[in-house]
């Protein structure tokens, strides 16, 4: 009896383990890499809403971003104060956590996602005044559409 004990224990964790595969498997993309300068205080927002949300988020304190952008083919009209790669894509600037999640579960052909400027009411730049935005997707041969719209 002892034996059979064993084995339907050693049977009920393989089956745990397995079950787990696939959560581990996508842990990895829920890690988002962040390059921002050491003293930008919504930089720091963003990242504490990303964390919130869920993500494990590791922050990279640069001098300049400038070099992030570039190797990520963001051109410069669509900037931010920080960039962020996750799951294969860029994140440049105040992205809804919300939004990263319809990212990484559509997965669509694009090079990445933006939000321009630092619109206030964005995650990170909360303000009495919260303004209408949009949120980018780059499919990185130039072309440009509306992926979310936040906002008043």
Known sequence: MHQLTRIIAAALFAGAALAALPALSEAPERTVK?????????????????????????????????????????????????????????????VPAADVERLLAERPPIAGLAVPGMPIGSPGMEGPKPQRYDVLALDGDGGVSVFATHGP
């Not at 922050?59 to 410069?76: S, Y």
Request: glycine share 14%; charged share 20%; aromatic share 10%.
């Open 34 to 94: 962040v390059w921002k300068s050491p003293t930008c205080g919504c930089c720091n927002g963003w990242i504490d809403h990303l964390r919130a949300a869920g993500f494990k988020v590791e922050a990279l304190d640069v001098t300049d971003v400038t070099l992030m952008k570039r190797e990520n083919g963001i051109p410069g009209r669509f900037t931010s104060c920080h960039t962020a790669l996750v799951g294969g894509y860029f994140v440049e600037g105040h």
